[in-house]
């Protein structure tokens, strides 16, 4: 039987750790890797109108969102393209406004993963998912959701 393996990636080169463990659970049953990423990392997606800062300049701001995007939706294709080299099966969402596990959530439900990988760093950041975040998440996921600790970024 096929595993549908979902991993919540946040771009980074310490994130290839948790593609790889996907591929890993994915590859033996001929199963999928299906990568996760929200616009602008974990906390809450981009936002719809430029911060008090930039609204001076609404067009700039603009730009520097979708160049940032652009960037990121590259970073995700590099992902997947490596999951795939790897002889996995591998698709990539990437979604640019809203709360993380909710994406996740549409993610997990609409392609009936087996479980749900999401990648950690042991260091304090602006970036750390919430415990309110990771609790909903497992409390309605419809799967196993599973916490893969990553190296530190320094590593790299």
Known sequence: MASTVLAVTDLTSASYKLVGFAAFV???????VVLVSTYGGVGGGRRSEPPPGDRAD?????EKVE????QEGQLLE?????????GVRCRAELYEEGRWPDFVLQSA??????????GVHL?????????????????????????????GLFAF
């Open 67 to 70: 160049s940032r995007l652009r």
């Open 109 to 118: 439900q609409r392609s009936r993963v087996d479980l749900i990988l999401v």
């Open 26 to 32: 994915a590859g033996p049953t001929d199963g999928e």
């Open 78 to 86: 590099r992902q997947r393209q490596w999951c795939s080299d790897r």
């Open 123 to 151: 260091m304090a950041s602006a970036d750390q998912i919430s415990a309110a975040d990771l609790h909903r998440l497992v409390e309605d996921a419809p799967c196993p959701v599973s916490m893969v600790r990553l190296p």
């Open 58 to 62: 609404p067009d700039g701001w603009r």
